[in-house]
């Protein structure tokens, strides 16, 4: 019979605990509410975050762990030996793994021959098993908070970005847009067009316009100021460690399915999102106080009246 996560840790000595999460910064952003979680319920143990390197400095202030750890996730030999590594440096009593993913499930296979850490997953070999549902069905916090209640976790909190805040003021009126997608993300693009045309809307609304994303996406945004001149190239100032300040000081942020919308969410400004309609956006649409997603079959044929009339309602 598989024991009561609490009853099963119950001891004087400090735990440590190893949270597995990989995936895009959007999944990171969306698993802050889960480590968030974990924090408070084990206040007197120590919290370590395994995740990929290009994360470390941007979520170095995180507030609810001791130390983020990284894997490269390179060849699968390489990243097992350093995995294992990992684990006997620091000898884990438990690892809550928020990735579930096929790699996580090969590291698991050799944690449980090497290692006597207890491992809470929803793939194979795991000691505490729960049924994660299948993508589509609900978002991707419930999951981990249905992952949690098997450690008889009933409190959850959602993902908190106000850790992130440098304290910058930013005085102007402005509309934050964010053309691009990940390198791979091609499919999730509103045209660039679509979004010249509402850049140029708010500039006769008296809006400064902000284009933010990073050097991948200096395509797009010198599309769009081709078609709307007075629109600004914000990439040097949209790093994702200044992002969410940029966010909480604009009036409005429209935004593609893409990681940095995450954080745009959390700062409760109001967010457009704009997405295909799928099976992904139902499990992983940014959260906060004032998102409004307009989804389509194929998000190129979001018309532009439809985020003109939002706008309007908005703003």
């Known amino acids: 019979m598989q024991k009561n996560s609490r009853n099963l ?15 895009s910064l959007g999944d990171l952003i969306l698993s802050i509410g889960a480590i968030k979680t974990l924090n408070y319920h084990y206040p007197k143990d120590e919290l370590y975050l395994l995740t990929q390197p290009n994360y470390k400095n941007i979520f170095i202030k995180l507030p609810y762990v001791k130390e983020i750890l990284t894997d490269n996730r390179s060849g699968i030999i390489q990243s097992i030996i350093n995995h294992l ?12 793994d928020l990735q579930n993913s096929t790699r996580t499930e090969i590291y698991h296979l050799f944690t449980r021959i090497f290692t006597n850490t207890q491992i809470l997953t929803a793939r194979k070999f795991s000691n505490i098993k729960y049924q994660q549902q299948k993508q589509g069905i609900q978002h991707i916090t419930q999951n981990h908070k249905d992952q949690l209640s098997k450690l ?7 993902p908190d970005l106000n850790w992130m805040s440098l304290k910058k003021n930013y005085k102007n009126n402005y509309v934050i847009l964010i053309p691009g997608t990940s390198k791979n993300g091609s499919y999730k693009k509103w045209p ?12 006769t609304m008296n809006f400064d316009v902000y284009l933010t994303g990073s050097q991948l996406d200096i395509k797009d945004i010198n599309e769009i ?6 629109a600004k190239n914000k ?6 460690e ?14 593609n399915d893409t990681g ?21 956006s139902k499990s992983c649409y940014p959260l906060g106080n004032n998102v409004h997603k307009i989804l389509a079959k194929d998000v190129k044929f979001i018309k532009t009246k439809q985020v003109l009339e939002k706008i309007k309602q908005l703003i």
């Open 260 to 280: 940095p919308a995450h954080i745009a969410g959390l700062s409760n400004k109001h967010l457009i999102w704009l997405a295909n309609d799928n099976k992904i």
């Open 225 to 230: 100021i081709e078609i709307c001149p007075r």
């Open 235 to 240: 990439i040097n100032e949209s790093k994702i």
């Open 192 to 203: 660039s067009q679509k979004f010249a045309e509402i850049a140029n809307h708010l500039i």
């Open 152 to 158: 008889n976790i009933d409190k959850y909190f959602s």
């Open 9 to 23: 840790f119950e001891k004087s000595q400090l735990m440590k605990i190893l949270i597995i999460k990989h995936g």
């Open 85 to 96: 590594k990992i684990l006997k440096k620091n000898k884990f009593d438990l690892i809550v």
């Open 242 to 255: 200044y992002f969410f300040d940029l966010c909480l000081g604009s009036n409005l942020i429209i935004s």
